[in-house]
């Protein structure tokens, strides 16, 4: 990664820049000694990208917002995936800091890390929908010396969930991955509404349109499958998740008053 003149940030503090100070006309417009900051600009595409696809933010954008040069942007911020690296990044530390202490109970802290992830997603749609369609940066940030990545202590937080259960690292990986996939679609499915609600009136006219006595299978739950929310959605399908993953842990038998574990292939019920 190259190194730029911002990375000696720390603390919102303003770079240091061998030949001095930005020129005047990359300064806040109408404060003639105020410079704009790092900070102050991830600040404005963090919030920008709770409506807006972070894709569509740019450096031109974000200048016009913030009416200064284009340079401004680009000086303190770097390349463009600086900037969308240093807006996934807050996105995973407000993760973080909304997240509850963990108990030791693995499915109880799951299912608390899973409400607080998805209204999180929801909230910040634009982050969303660039992790939907990316694989950069979903886990690991864009980070200069000194800066935390957020991203790397999410998956830390989330594997010490699945490690505390007493999953087998190949079934935490599976079970973390799972996991991570249901939250995102479930939120996305809330932020693009693709949920059968948001479309009941559709889906009970198009069947309105078919003979009373056509597809049977269909009607048989049409009416709850045209009404389907996320209210309804997400805590069946946490539920199920989290059912599956405890259904999937080894469980201890004792033979000859040792106790050993039951292989995963044969833990099922008889």
Same mark, same amino acid.
Not at 70 to 88: E, F, K, N, Q, W
């Given at each position: ?6 990375? &000696?940030?720390?603390?919102? &503090? ?7 100070? =930005?020129?005047?006309?990359? #300064?806040? +417009? ?20 709770? !409506? ?17 040069? =284009?340079?401004?942007?680009? @000086?303190?911020?770097? !390349?463009?995936?600086?900037? %969308? ?31 607080? +992830?998805?209204?999180? *997603? ?13 694989? #950069? ?23 010490? %969930? ?5 999953? &087998? ?16 679609? &479930? ?14 009136? @559709?889906?009970?006219?198009? /069947? ?7 597809? =049977? *299978?269909? #009607?048989?739950?049409?009416?709850? /499958? ?20 405890? *259904?999937?842990?080894? !469980? ?10 039951? =292989? ?7």
């Amino acid at each position: 990664m190259n190194m730029k003149p911002d990375q &000696s940030i720390a603390n919102n &503090s303003k770079p240091t820049r061998k030949r001095g100070r =930005p020129s005047k006309d990359l #300064r806040l +417009a109408g404060a003639s000694n105020a410079v704009l900051t790092r900070e102050q600009i991830l600040d404005k595409a963090t919030l920008l990208a709770k !409506t807006e696809p972070l894709d569509d933010i740019s450096m031109v954008g974000l200048a016009r917002e913030l009416h200064v040069a =284009p340079a401004l942007i680009h @000086y303190y911020v770097g !390349t463009r995936d600086d900037l %969308i690296s240093g807006v996934a990044n807050r996105y995973k530390k407000v993760l973080l800091e909304r997240s509850h202490p963990l108990t030791g109970d693995w499915a109880a802290d799951l299912k608390q890390e899973a409400k607080t +992830a998805f209204k999180t *997603n929801v909230e910040y749609g634009g982050v969303l929908r660039y992790m939907m369609s990316h694989n #950069r940066f979903r886990l690991f940030q864009q980070v200069s010396e000194g800066e935390t990545d957020h991203g790397v202590l999410y998956l830390e937080r989330l594997a010490s %969930i699945f490690r505390s259960g007493g999953f &087998s690292p190949q079934q935490a990986a599976i079970a973390c991955h799972l996991y991570l996939q249901f939250v995102l679609t &479930s939120a996305y499915a809330e932020v693009s509404r693709q949920l059968p609600r948001f479309h009941q009136d @559709y889906i009970l006219s198009e /069947f309105a349109a078919h003979p009373q006595t056509a597809l =049977p *299978n269909a #009607r048989y739950f049409l009416r709850q /499958f045209a009404s389907l929310d996320t209210d309804t959605a997400f805590p069946a399908g946490l539920r199920l998740l989290i059912d599956g993953f405890q *259904n999937w842990l080894p !469980t201890k038998v004792s033979i000859a008053g040792r106790p050993r574990k039951v =292989p995963i292939s044969t833990n099922r019920k008889k």
